[in-house]
């Protein structure tokens, strides 16, 4: 069955949302934990279920995403396995970019054609959950499912983000209203175990995940030409259609990185101590390009609930709940808290570490330097005795080197925050 499955993960439009993580690069490309990137959650699942054709499509900021794909999956000679990227193009049918998520498998529905597939497998390249495919193939296929969408219970305040639906006792879906606002929540609730009712998760969200099978997907998009979304157009439609739409329902860990608030708080709690996102499970690793950097080395520094990628080269007087990335250079008597510090993408020489200019820090984090509730992108210059202080005190807005958003300064990839400042 997982052999005449394709996947299609959805890069989606210009991350305006995750700005400006999102400035130079698109939503799949954000790093994430340290070493890896967002769209090696989606590739890694895949790959654990057996699902070894794989798209990509992407139309915004796509050459970091490109490059890290093409240095990261790789299938032998004699394998029918790839990880491509599908850019929006123009062609004789069509001049214009994705204009959602619908009308990019639209666009790219001949490629998909081009294998001999039974099921689609569309998942999103934002989004952080450990999940074998397998498990809802077998359910869509024991249920005559034309369509079969990923469910998961939320609170009402997170419902009004999703769509939200309702089954009937086969587990086949009867109705959908996609981000309902609080006052349209009533009557939604769903049957769900004793623990999550508890916690008030009564309403089946979708998590954005579809198994459609190929035919039942071609007469949808094709039969609605002016529908570009497959949450607001196509899942009502289908529903309408009275085809048998299924609900997988999924209770393990997920979250959307959909902000710059949820990034962040997904990625410090990688540090706790049982992470509801395991990346020591066994069978579930994240896989990621292989870059085979040297240990990191630290110098009188102490850490508590950190997670430091390799290559680093740290002097830190102190790292408490943070995430330091690759290659990180951090100066003596430093601390580092409740920060993700990205890394770098290579190292300065020796010769470059010798030269001491004002106005251009060193590649890193400085000397006698305090960041605390910071998102330092990569290969950001951050000078000595610099001082960054986020928190709720804090105003949004964003200037040429740094932003802050919910109250987290985020220096931007390649931003230079002189000696002295403070933040």
């Known amino acids: 069955m997982m052999e005449s499955t394709i996947a299609v993960i959805l890069g989606g439009g210009a991350g305006s949302?995750?700005?400006?993580?999102?400035?130079?690069?698109?939503?799949?490309?954000?790093?994430?934990?340290?070493?890896?990137?967002?769209?090696?959650?989606?590739?890694?699942?895949?790959?654990?279920?057996?699902?070894?054709?794989i798209y990509v499509l992407t139309q915004f900021n796509s050459a970091s995403l490109n490059q890290h794909i093409k240095n990261t999956y790789l299938f032998d000679a004699f394998s029918r396995g790839f990880v491509d990227i599908l850019a929006a193009e123009q062609t004789p049918s069509s001049h214009q970019w994705f204009q959602g998520t619908a009308d990019a498998v639209r666009q790219t529905f001949r490629y998909l054609q081009n294998h001999r597939a039974d099921r689609i497998l569309i998942l999103s390249g934002d989004q952080l959950y450990q999940m074998n495919y397998r498990q809802m193939m077998d359910d869509h296929e024991a249920m005559n499912a034309g369509l079969t969408i990923g469910t998961i219970p939320v609170t009402a305040q997170d419902a009004t983000g999703f769509g939200i639906m309702k089954t009937d006792d086969k587990g086949m879906i009867t109705s959908f209203i996609e981000?309902?606002?609080?006052?349209?929540?009533?009557?939604?609730?769903?049957?769900?175990?004793?623990?999550?009712?508890?916690?008030?998760?009564?309403?089946?969200?979708?998590?954005?995940?579809?198994?459609?099978?190929?035919?039942?997907?071609?007469?949808?998009?094709?039969?609605?030409?002016?529908?570009?979304?497959f949450g607001k157009e196509i899942i009502p439609k289908a529903i309408s259609s009275k085809m048998n739409v299924a609900s997988y329902k999924y209770t393990g860990y997920w979250t959307d990185i959909g902000t710059i608030r949820s990034f962040y708080d997904a990625n410090l709690e990688l540090a706790d101590p049982l992470p509801q996102f395991d990346l020591y499970a066994q069978g579930k690793r994240i896989f990621t390009r292989?870059?085979?950097?040297?240990?990191?080395?630290?110098?009188?520094?102490?850490?508590?609930?950190?997670?430091?990628?390799?290559?680093?080269?740290?002097?830190?007087?102190?790292?408490?709940?943070?995430?330091?990335?690759?290659?990180?250079?951090?100066?003596?008597?430093?601390?580092?808290?409740?920060?993700?510090?990205?890394?770098?993408?290579?190292?300065?020489?020796?010769?470059?570490?010798?030269?001491?200019?004002p106005e251009m820090p060193h590649r890193g984090i400085g000397a006698g330097c305090h960041i605390e509730r910071a998102i330092v992108d990569k290969n950001a210059r951050i000078g000595n005795n610099v001082k960054i202080t986020g928190?709720?005190?804090?105003?949004?807005?964003?200037?040429?080197?740094?932003?802050?958003?919910?109250?987290?300064?985020?220096?931007?990839?390649n931003g230079v925050i002189k000696d002295g400042t403070v933040i």
């Open 17 to 53: 949302r995750l700005y400006p993580l999102t400035k130079s690069r698109s939503k799949p490309a954000v790093p994430i934990g340290g070493k890896y990137r967002l769209v090696d959650i989606p590739i890694s699942n895949c790959l654990h279920s057996d699902i070894r054709q």
């Open 179 to 229: 981000k309902p606002t609080m006052e349209q929540l009533d009557g939604w609730e769903s049957e769900v175990p004793d623990e999550l009712k508890a916690q008030g998760k009564v309403y089946l969200a979708s998590m954005g995940i579809y198994v459609f099978n190929i035919d039942t997907l071609w007469n949808l998009i094709n039969d609605n030409p002016e529908a570009v979304d």
């Open 290 to 357: 292989p870059r085979l950097l040297p240990p990191t080395k630290l110098f009188g520094t102490s850490v508590d609930r950190a997670l430091i990628a390799e290559g680093c080269v740290i002097e830190a007087d102190s790292i408490f709940h943070s995430v330091i990335g690759i290659r990180s250079r951090i100066g003596a008597n430093t601390t580092i808290s409740e920060s993700i510090v990205m890394g770098n993408d290579f190292y300065s020489t020796l010769e470059e570490l010798e030269e001491v200019n």
């Open 391 to 413: 928190g709720s005190h804090l105003e949004n807005t964003s200037n040429e080197n740094y932003s802050i958003i919910d109250g987290i300064v985020v220096v931007e990839k």
